[in-house]
């Protein structure tokens, strides 16, 4: 089973085309048609959903310095509830928006209320206009206190919606464990620094979706 997985995630690595068999665990509110995250052009299988009664919140992690850990205070205003509401950024208030030249980025603890086996965590950006994120990194725990770096997204993305015109607007960005990991809690880490927090690779921060991808434990 898990030199099958090994090899799934290495095709998907050379061919990105759809094909992860994880269920969604973070209840993004269904939605679809146009802008619509989790959607059926994602490379997640996303009818599949377990409904976990998941919690947010966006939080300041200071033990994680000046990079990892902290939340742009402009971006407490938007609310948690836009990460999760079913909709990147392109249609109405469904994003969270960092101050403009803004030196912080955000960080979300989501609790699945539960322990998972935790396979991915995406996010849907746009990348275009100097705005979007540059940095994500998901990090997992079993008991909220001591996290273990699921991954880093490695620059990729893949056009969300086949429709889109713009190539940089509307897309999927993902973090995908080599196994899946036992967890309750899932650490996001967003930013448009570089992952040093040493220069700004875009403008401002802009975040529409962000999902969490895995199975029951019993399975
Ligand atoms: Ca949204």
Not at 20 to 30: E, I, K, Q, R, V
């Amino acid at each position: 089973m898990k030199m099958n997985r090994t090899i799934i995630l290495a095709a998907c690595a050379l061919i990105p085309v759809s094909g992860f068999a994880a269920s969604l665990l973070s209840d993004n509110l269904p939605k679809s048609g146009n802008a619509s995250y989790p959607g059926t052009t994602s490379q997640f299988e996303s009818e599949e959903v377990i409904t976990t009664g998941a919690v947010y919140e966006f939080i300041v992690d200071e033990t994680a310095g000046k990079g990892m850990g902290n939340t742009d205070p402009e971006i407490l205003k938007f609310g948690t509830d836009r990460l999760f509401d079913g909709y990147n950024e392109r249609v109405g208030n469904t994003a969270i928006y960092g101050a403009w030249h803004g030196s912080l980025g955000a960080t979300i603890l989501i609790d699945l209320q539960d322990t998972y086996l935790v396979e991915a965590v995406s996010a849907s950006l746009r990348t275009n206009g100097r705005r979007g994120a540059s940095t994500f990194v998901a990090q997992v725990s079993e008991d909220g206190e001591t996290f273990t770096n699921l991954g880093e997204w490695d620059g990729e993305q893949t056009v969300l919606d086949e429709s889109e015109e713009d190539p940089k607007r509307n897309v999927e960005v993902v973090i995908a464990a080599d196994s899946p990991v036992p967890a309750r809690y899932v650490k996001v880490y967003l930013s448009h620094w570089d992952k040093e927090h040493t220069k700004r690779i875009l403008n401002q921060l802009v975040v529409g979706e962000i999902a969490v991808w895995g199975d029951e434990m019993s399975r």
